[in-house]
């Protein structure tokens, strides 16, 4: 085997190699970014949402989303001047929930409900909900919250 002839070979064993490892560097950077989509998805409820400021509201669903990583409904809200405001109200996931007694047809759009919850930080018309009390039979279900009210 001459000189040029081993060259040739160690260049291809060497593009082999480097190519290799540059695939497992990709794959383990795209393994990276996936295991950290569900820790970016959550948030803590203290960071969103304030214990001290109760609210409880009644109101008309409007609409729901049974999703993962939370269960969201919105309701409508009137006040004593007649003056409707929606609300966003966040719940526990819906294994949580369903653990809780909720199915997905527990609470339909167009349901009088009223939540007990902690308001947003951020001022706006959000929460996180305690229990909900359907109006139509009195049932009084917990949302499976990680939150604790004063009181």
Request: charged share 20%.
């Amino acid at each position: 085997m001459e000189a040029g002839e081993r060259i040739l070979i160690a260049s291809f064993v060497f593009k082999g190699l480097h190519m290799k490892t540059r695939g497992l560097t990709i794959v383990a950077c795209v393994g990276l970014l996936l295991a950290t989509v569900p820790v970016v998805a959550h948030h803590s409820f203290s960071a969103e949402f304030d214990a001290n400021a109760p609210v409880e509201v009644t109101g008309a669903v409007q609409k729901i989303e049974w999703l993962n990583p939370h269960v969201w409904f919105f309701m409508d809200v009137e006040d004593d001047e007649g003056d409707v405001t929606s609300w966003a109200m966040e719940m526990g996931s819906p294994n949580q929930l369903v653990r809780a007694g909720w199915t997905r047809r527990t609470m339909s759009i167009g349901d009088v409900v009223t939540v007990r919850g902690s308001r947003a930080r951020d001022g706006s018309d959000t929460a996180s909900t305690r229990y909900v009390v359907l109006a139509n039979t009195g049932e009084r279900l917990f949302t499976a919250s990680s939150q604790r009210l004063p009181g």
